[in-house]
């Protein structure tokens, strides 16, 4: 379905285009934004935010550029002819501003805003309309979800509020600071919004309004909804645009952004050409509310999961050369443990990776606790102020625990027996296991050897887990969901600090360290 007509104040869907099958061109996208900005009338300033690096393949770059030539800031880079454009294009250039949505993440260098959003935005300068979000110094908190709603999403743990934390550049986009000036143009700031809806491990599925709260919001709003979402537990999670996380930020959207802003989301689902190999966009969604973020989902369900028939009693993962820590090589965990069966084993060939941290804070901490189980990792957490100030590596720790479901065996390139079995993991030799799994034969899925004495072994491989979400159809059934292996009494409410401390590259929890390897 697409829709080109201004939306109604009763309709807050512009735009949905997508189906399991279908490939959106540049020039559809193009389109579309068109018309929906030329629906929004003329403006005096535009605010966008796009994910970071983190996110190339959502195609949020290409489609600040084109927001950007629709206004006529930057000229059309790709070859498209002007001409055929001008009319559509606005008459007025407003303000232009973009804040990439890094969360706690490094800013973006100036090579990956060039590869991400064009040499033409990149280079405007006088001023540069890429701000940097600091979620240090430039945050403000604008209002809480209930202690009621957090303590129900973490069985009672935390029993707090959690803080609705936005960037103030953002803030002060609101339509109450832009009241009637005198001039012809008394339009508010339009705010844009821009992602991709993909499964994800801690808020169920990415993007909408966590492109706001945790993007270009505050490292306390952000390390509390991983810990949050890691208590809540993964397989409960995974894959569910309407959860308890979900919920708590859709209370703060609805109640402190809606009224606030004249605030849209454009949306899009990609997923893997079957013929090509190559990425490309399933689905295209612009609107203001639930809905096209909704539509999104269900939509994202059919293309970036990978359903299988059956559990795997082993599956065999391969990390490549991004993968050099734990921190981000436990994604074969995270993007498998839907799937893997009870009981069942994941072996990760994991040839460079070095470490467990990203930094080395982080990594005494993994060292020192380990990957031992919710239990295990919240009594610790009782017991230590650094990880009471840490939750984003609480939440690491967490996710990384298969809780006793299934064994995960670890082949490191640059870690040893010691310290392998030291976080809980089990340790194989990576040339040995090598031999027995080769990386350059296996095919990705199913895959059956047959040793020397004859007997055969099914197993499902996987040569990239940042590329799927594996699982199957049952885990979907909440009445078939893991519970939570542990009880919390009446008066084991913890005490969450305010005083976070930052994890760089928090983004190995749900996204890719660099993407992979396209032609640009």
């Known amino acids: ?64 550029r084109f927001i950007s030539e629709y206004y006529n800031y930057t000229t059309p880079e790709d070859g498209s002819n002007e001409d055929d454009a001008t009319d559509s294009r606005s008459s007025a250039t407003p303000n232009i501003q973009i804040i990439p949505a890094l969360g706690t993440h490094a800013p973006m260098t100036q090579h990956q805003i060039e590869l991400m959003f064009g040499k033409e935005l990149a280079s405007k300068a006088n001023p540069n309309p890429f701000i940097v979000h600091n979620w240090r110094e430039d945050v403000v908190t604008i209002g809480h979800a209930p202690a009621e709603m957090v303590s129900e999403a973490t069985y009672g ?110 949306l899009t689902v990609m997923g893997t050409n079957e013929t090509t190999g190559q990425v490309e966009m399933k689905g295209f969604y612009i609107g203001n509310d639930m809905q096209c973020y909704d539509l999104a989902c269900d939509l994202s369900l059919k293309v970036n999961f990978n359903l299988l028939e059956k559990s795997p009693k082993k599956i ?36 460079w990776v070095e470490t467990f941290g990203e930094d080395g804070h982080i990594d005494e901490l993994i060292r020192k606790v380990g990957y031992v189980g919710t239990p295990t990792i919240m009594e610790a957490m009782e017991e230590n102020e650094d990880l009471k100030n840490n939750l984003s590596a609480v939440a690491h720790l967490i996710h990384g625990s298969s809780e006793g479901r299934f064994s995960i065996t670890y082949c490191p390139g640059h870690l040893t027996k010691e310290e392998i079995e030291s976080v809980g993991f089990n340790y ?78 928090s983004g190995g929890v749900g996204g890719w360290k660099k993407p992979p390897k396209v032609d640009m």
């Not at 069942?344 to 040839?351: D, I, K, N, Q, Y």
Request: glycine share 6%; charged share 15%; proline share 6%.
């Open 1 to 64: 379905m697409t829709s080109s007509n201004p939306p109604s104040p009763s309709s807050s869907l512009f735009c949905s285009i997508g189906s399991p099958t279908t490939s959106i061109s540049n020039d559809e996208v193009r389109y579309q934004v068109n018309t929906f900005l030329s629906s929004m009338g003329s403006r005096r300033e535009v605010l966008i935010l796009p994910p970071d690096f983190t996110r190339f393949h959502s195609q949020a770059g290409m489609i600040t």
């Open 157 to 266: 743990m935390v029993n707090e509020p959690w803080p609705a934390q936005l960037n103030k550049l953002v803030w002060d986009k609101r339509i109450e600071n832009n009241t009637d000036d005198g001039s012809d143009n008394n339009l508010p700031p339009l705010v844009i919004s821009v992602g991709q809806v993909v499964p994800h491990e801690v808020m169920g599925m990415a993007n909408f309004n966590k492109n706001l709260f945790v993007g270009v919001g505050g490292l306390e709003a952000i390390n509390l909804s991983h810990f949050i979402g890691a208590v809540h537990g993964m397989e409960k999670l995974m894959g569910r645009g309407q959860n308890p996380l979900r919920s708590i930020l859709n209370y703060c959207s609805e109640k402190y952004l809606q009224s606030q802003f004249d605030l849209w989301y454009i």
């Open 316 to 351: 065999v993962v391969y990390l490549n050369d991004e993968y050099h820590s734990t921190w981000l090589g436990n994604k074969s965990i995270y993007r498998t443990r839907m799937a893997i069966a009870d009981g069942g084993e994941l072996v990760v060939l994991a040839p």
């Open 428 to 505: 194989a030799d990576l040339s040995e296991t090598k031999q027995l799994y080769d990386s350059s034969t296996l095919k990705d899925g199913w895959n059956t050897l047959t040793d020397e004495h004859g007997v055969e072994e099914e197993f499902f491989y996987i040569s990239n887990p940042a590329l799927g979400l594996w699982a199957v159809p049952s885990r979907f059934d909440d009445s078939n969901a893991s519970q939570q292996s542990f009880s919390v009494s009446s008066n084991a409410a913890t005490h969450v600090s305010s005083d976070q401390i930052p994890s760089d590259m």
